[in-house]
């Protein structure tokens, strides 16, 4: 980061009471440093409202395999972390340059001790958007946390309290989704295991499925990224069905949540309820080893699929505080894949051969943030 980006801002915005104590006086926002990288992660994972996509492993994987620009902002006040920004540049051949924050997650934004602290980093980004030439700044905040821009209601995030006991998992479920689960243990016999081994197995299982529901596919490069930034804190599971797998999951730990990320699936899986035992056993394994929260991941509202499913195994949705600012004399893109401008190429994608999707699905997520 360029050091001109180290400046003392005092918002307007800040409420006057807020200036005058001492916890929410001027902060310096500068750009993170080297030497500052472990504080960085040490404040997000202390933090109520910081997320794995805040912290330096998923800036890493995101760099490594998609090259975007990171510029990750932080408050300080006497030499102390008090608030957070990790943003990428984008520059979408679809959306034009854009701040997101952050790609391929579903969390993000700003995490601050007050205040004055949010107002000073969101200060910053405007001014690097500004200066970069970005149309917008993508937020993707659990709650919304600037009182003057518009909120995103579109995403709804799903997370429930897991049991104290693994063997009470199953009838922690409702009784559709525990009986799913059963079937697919007793009475199809399916197996699942664990280990990075399977990757790569996973990641083709995800890819059909992507092309299945007409969505991008992540490169592999990015989910060995991912594992490579994450030591102990993912698992990769696989589902078999007379010794064919039929389902693959990565999921991420962080924090005290277990937090299925990625899924695969075959067009058979259904049959045999292969996704109700992949997460069954994430739960259980989550139970096992300490995890208090099962963290779904975020849908969207048009998604029903998604939506449904995750109602299903008794989750209940609570909106997500996304917000979207858009510079001036700019107009707000529309990237979600809900919009019509997107309908044909969609309907076309389910039916390209697999290494096209793959390919070309690679290359489009460059210009996408997720």
């Known amino acids: ?123 910053a980004a405007k001014r690097i958007a500004h200066q970069r030439r970005c149309s917008a700044i993508d937020l993707r905040s659990e709650r919304a946390v600037l009182p003057d821009i518009p909120v995103v209601d579109r995403y709804v995030g799903f997370r429930r309290e897991m049991p104290d006991h693994a063997d009470d ?44 529901l007409a969505s991008l596919t992540y490169p592999l490069a990015f989910f060995e990224r991912l594992l490579a930034h994450t030591p102990d804190r993912h698992w990769v599971s696989i589902v078999q069905w007379n010794g064919r797998s039929v389902a693959g999951l990565v999921t991420f730990l962080f924090n005290g949540s277990v937090m299925p990320y990625f899924i695969g699936t075959t067009d058979n899986a259904r049959q045999c309820s292969a996704a109700n035992l992949i997460y069954l056993t994430a739960m259980e394994r989550g139970v096992e080893c300490g995890y208090r929260i099962f963290d779904f991941g975020r849908s969207r509202r048009d998604n029903t699929g998604s939506y449904d499913f995750k109602r299903f195994n008794g989750f209940q949705p609570r909106p997500l505080g996304y917000q979207y600012y858009t510079a001036p004399g700019h107009s707000t893109p529309d990237l979600s894949p809900s919009n019509p401008k997107f309908r044909l190429a969609r309907r076309l994608w389910a039916h390209l051969p697999l290494w096209v999707t793959r390919t070309l699905g690679a290359r489009v997520a460059r210009h996408i943030p997720g």
């Open 169 to 212: 998992v199953p009838g922690w479920l409702p009784r559709k989704a525990r009986a799913a689960a059963r079937n697919a243990r007793r009475k199809y016999r399916l197996a699942v295991s664990f280990g990075d081994e399977h990757l790569h197995e996973a990641w083709t299982l995800y890819s059909i499925s992507m092309r299945r």
């Open 1 to 123: 980061m360029s050091s001109a980006l180290a400046v003392v801002v005092e918002p307007e915005n800040t409420p006057a009471e807020d200036r005058q104590t001492p916890t929410a006086s001027p902060c310096r926002i500068t750009g993170l440093s080297a030497d500052r990288q472990a504080e960085w992660d040490v404040y997000v994972a202390s933090h109520p409202e910081g997320t794995l996509f805040h912290t330096v492993a998923w800036r890493g994987a995101v760099k490594d395999a998609f090259g975007h620009q990171d510029i990750y902002l932080v408050a300080l006040r006497e030499d102390r972390i008090v608030g957070a920004l990790p943003m990428f540049l984008m520059a979408s051949r679809i959306a034009g340059r854009i701040l997101v924050s952050v790609p391929y997650g579903v969390g993000g934004g700003i995490i601050a001790d007050d205040h004055a602290a949010t107002a000073g980093l969101f200060d």
